[in-house]
């Protein structure tokens, strides 16, 4: 079998005029140590702290002001979550009442028995026997959609499945980026018009699967189809994973209109080439000129 | 000492540095796309790898979890192509478990640790090419490692070894160096406060002075005792 070797490239450095010159607001870096301000009248957010009366940096990255108070935002870090945001997880543990969900978060999120919609209508009752019968739902491995209920003190998250969108999620491929990366916006499901779904969840696991038929009302969330993905399909969802990869490897914001433009730039490429740093690059470039031309 | 001249006459090191040089130092962050945090650094010779994963929840045993900060993990290990001679163990044997500790120790004083109570922060050191300061790399791979992963830290954390050789300080001993017998000091410390977060010396020339000392006791008794049981 053919395979494809290259010796490493040099980086290219980004010059920072040509990033700098079109954005008139300048942003201000700092690093760990750094002082920010020694006026005593600011608020200190996160990534800063005091030292001697000093507000100080914590950590790498641009700082935000908002009226008094004063934020470090780090530019690669793990997710924080927040009420109403959409996940991707995958469950770690079952315990009494709970399942343990790994959400690229600091703890493992929390997802309580009774915040999922149980097969067999919303009403149903919970009784002990779903208590038993936990794993037979979901059990270690298994991947969830959820949104976040709330967040407790130590910064945990706990989740609930209670609509018809979320729940276990069964044939598909999952993706997983930087949530810096991740665009907030209204809906972070979309059934894109070349052939696949996506879930876009807000902490950087993003979801790829062939759009379903119809819905199952019946099983809440908890039927996974098993039927046989076709070729046709599977090669839009691979597309699909590697024009991912490659905004990521760019640092291009994900929402769907720019995933679509860039698997629209690829489709003269084979899907195994995406990857290809050159072929990845020139595709990024096709992809950044079609947002261009939309926002203008 | 045998033969070799570790400052010359003329004020040069053995690698043709003056005494107070360091070493050509160059790194790198964000290494690999895996972990949440990663760099490479490499101070003349010694070339270091750190990995740092987390903060997340505590895996292992559960009694570890701190309710009022993070657990900080490190593991030190050194490549078995590293040294001179082929290494058998990488890691797991005393002075790797020494290390390890020490570098604990000095991330535990800069990490912000109490922001992630009952969770836990990975820092994996891997020396690929070792060259002398091994623990001073590490510690300056890791802080790298660490600001990339978007951890809170007080300070960089700077680290660098020193050595003493005929009333003459040396800074950053290469391995010839550290192994001529004299003294060399590691120094961790947050260069902004002046804080210092470790320090380790390991000497030959303090000991001697102190086995004088013990000698001289030990004679003085001799002598005294003898004296004493003579009558």
């Known amino acids: 079998m053919a395979s494809d070797m290259r010796l490493p490239v040099l980086r290219k450095a980004v010059s920072v005029s040509s990033a700098g010159s079109d954005r008139a607001d300048h942003k201000d870096l700092v690093v760990p140590g750094d002082v920010i301000t020694s006026d005593p009248g600011f608020m200190r957010g996160h990534g800063t702290y005091i030292d001697e009366e000093k507000l100080t940096a914590s950590v790498a990255g641009e700082v935000e002001r908002v009226d008094k108070l004063i934020c470090v935002r780090p530019i690669k870090t793990r997710f924080n979550g927040e009420v109403g945001d959409v996940v991707v997880g995958r469950i770690t543990e079952v315990q009494q009442k709970r399942w343990k969900v790994e959400t690229n978060s600091r703890l493992d999120s929390v997802l309580l028995l009774s915040s999922v919609n149980l097969p067999g209508g919303e009403l149903r009752r919970r009784s002990a026997e779903d208590e038993l019968t936990m794993r037979d739902y979901l059990q270690e491995g298994d991947l969830i959609s959820a949104e976040v209920q709330s967040v407790f003190s130590d910064g945990a998250l706990l989740l609930h499945t209670r609509s018809l969108k979320y729940g276990k999620l069964g044939q598909g491929v999952l993706v997983q980026i930087s949530p810096a990366l991740i665009k907030r916006q209204k809906t972070h499901f979309h059934n894109l018009p070349c052939g696949a779904s996506i879930i876009l969840g807000n902490n950087g696991f993003v979801w790829l699967y062939p759009t379903p038929g119809q819905q199952e009302e019946e099983a809440g969330g908890f039927y996974t189809s098993l039927e046989p993905v076709s070729l046709a399909d599977r090669e839009v969802i691979s597309r699909l994973r590697n024009c991912l990869l490659a905004l990521a490897a760019h640092k291009v914001l994900l929402y769907d209109t720019s995933i679509l433009y860039c698997y629209e730039s690829s489709l003269p490429h084979q899907v195994k080439d995406i990857l290809k740093p050159e072929v990845m690059e020139e595709i990024i470039m096709l992809t950044h000129h079609k947002l261009m031309e939309q926002e203008s | ?231």
């Open chain 2, 1 to 231: 000492m045998a033969g070799l001249e570790l400052l010359s006459d003329q004020g040069y090191r053995l690698d043709g540095r003056k005494a107070t040089e360091l070493r050509k130092v160059q790194a790198r962050m964000g290494v690999f796309s895996q972990a949440d945090g990663s760099a490479y650094i490499e101070q003349g010779n010694t070339k270091a790898l750190a990995v740092v994963y987390g903060p997340h929840e505590v895996r292992g045993s559960r009694s570890r979890t701190l309710h009022d900060r993070a657990v900080i993990n490190c593991q030190y290990s050194m490549a078995t192509f590293s040294t001179a001679e082929r290494k058998r163990r990488p890691h797991g044997d005393r002075k790797s478990a020494e290390m390890s500790l020490h570098l604990k120790q000095t991330f535990e004083a800069a990490v912000m640790t109490q922001l992630y109570p009952r969770s836990q922060i990975d820092i994996y050191v891997k020396i690929l090419q070792s060259d002398g300061g091994n623990y001073s790399v590490c510690v300056n791979a890791a802080t790298l490692a660490v600001i990339d992963a978007g951890i809170p830290m007080r300070d960089y954390v700077c680290a660098c070894t020193v050595g003493f050789v005929d009333e003459t300080p040396l800074a950053d001993l290469c391995y010839a160096e550290e192994g001529g017998g004299g003294s060399s000091l590691a120094l961790a410390l947050l260069p902004r406060g002046g804080q210092i977060a470790l320090l380790q010396m390991d000497a030959m020339t303090a000991c001697k002075g102190v086995s004088k000392v013990l000698d001289e006791v030990v004679r003085q008794h001799l002598q005294d005792v003898s004296v004493l049981t003579r009558e």
